[in-house]
């Protein structure tokens, strides 16, 4: 009778270990997502005529998608693409901004070596033609913005591609 209990013993002994084992296999994973896009390219500024005078683009400033495209969170470096459409004469300075709060703006700066001295430049493009600009530059800051300035009625685009 001691070899039968040995038995059913080994059988249940067997039995657990095999359902032990069956049971630390993995589940077969999720339907895997499809990738985060490395980048997205918005509108900042909708084609609008502008009369000689400064305006700035919106901040926060939401895309058709609801997305504040304003924010620099989770984004690296944006490149910046000023369209002008001039009527007749006249000059479009378009100036990219950084903001620690959406409150306190400065131009977007860039030191550089002259050769004998470190230099600061500003990040603007000036276009007096109809014609398109790029601006590529690393984004600072809580919120970014361009600041848009004319001397005479041109029609103004602005448009970014901003990069993880």
Do not use: C, H
């Not at 490395?38 to 900042?44: A, D, G, H, P």
């Not at 084609?47 to 495209?69: F, H, K, Q, W, Y």
């Not at 378009?94 to 990040?123: C, L, R």
């Amino acid at each position: 009778m001691k070899a039968k209990w040995a038995g059913v013993a080994t059988v249940l002994v067997l039995a657990l270990v095999l359902f032990g084992l069956v049971a630390m296999t993995p589940a077969a994973p999720a339907a895997a997502q499809g990738p985060v896009s490395n980048q997205l390219t918005v509108s900042v500024y909708p084609s609008t005529s502008i009369s000689g005078t400064t305006v700035n683009t919106d901040a926060p400033n939401l895309d058709s998608s609801e997305r504040d495209v304003s924010l620099t969170t989770g984004w690296t470096t944006a490149d910046v693409f000023v369209i002008a459409d001039v009527a007749s004469s006249g000059t479009l300075t378009a100036t990219v901004q950084w903001s620690p709060d959406g409150t306190n703006w400065t131009d977007a700066d860039y030191e550089y070596w002259t050769g004998s001295a470190i230099g600061t430049k500003t990040q603007q493009r000036v276009l007096t033609a109809d014609g398109v600009e790029v601006i590529t530059l690393p984004l600072a800051g809580e919120r970014w913005r361009v600041k848009l300035t004319t001397t005479a009625p041109i029609t103004t685009t602005v448009m970014a591609t901003l990069r993880r």
